[in-house]
């Protein structure tokens, strides 16, 4: 599995497509989500008051080719309820995520990883969900294994224990 970790700006850095988080009860959205938002001139929270974005889980927007940042394609997906976030969820919103990506016949793209001023949860736990969410996606099909790259955004500040969490997945997992 093809896994990395990355505090490049969600702007400026280069992404086939870049998914953001959003919960239904996160408003107006918040993390790279909501820098994101600020960047496309609020359209995200314009969005989320027309009702056209709800932030339950398994929702999935697409916005091709968005105006002032750096990806080809724009997926918004709903992560359900920050107040009852948990490591399943995120498992879940992971797994539903990579196989969307796929369904798109994408093989390259870069994902928020929720951090502590959103969840209750230790970035690292969300970071090793996420790792196990993809993994239990892609080993239904191993030659998706090594096709499908992914990347995990987070902040400077927060990029250790990302990097503890992806460590642990990887100490529990033989390839």
């Not at 992404?15 to 790279?32: M, N, Q, S, W, Y």
Request: hydrophobic share 40%; aromatic share 8%; with cysteine.
């Amino acid at each position: 599995m093809k896994l990395r970790l990355s505090t490049e700006p969600a702007d400026t850095a280069k992404h086939k497509c870049l998914v953001l988080a959003t919960f239904a009860d996160e408003k107006p959205p918040r993390g790279i989500c909501g820098f994101i938002d600020w960047r496309l001139n609020g359209y995200i929270s314009r969005e989320i008051k027309q009702g056209n974005v709800s932030g339950k889980l398994s929702e999935k927007i697409i916005i091709p080719t968005p105006p002032r940042l750096n990806t080809e394609l724009l997926m918004i997906c709903g992560m359900g309820n920050a107040a009852r976030f948990s490591t399943e969820q995120m498992r879940r919103f992971a797994f539903l995520t990579i196989e969307s990506v796929d369904k798109l016949l994408i093989d390259d793209f870069s994902l928020e990883l929720p951090g502590a001023n959103r969840v209750n949860l230790p970035l690292a736990d969300v970071a090793q969900a996420t790792a196990t969410g993809f993994f239990d996606y892609l080993s239904q099909d191993t030659k998706k294994m090594n096709k499908i790259k992914s990347c995990l955004l987070t902040v400077p500040e927060q990029v250790k224990e990302a990097a503890s969490g992806i460590k642990f997945f990887k100490s529990k997992i033989k390839d």
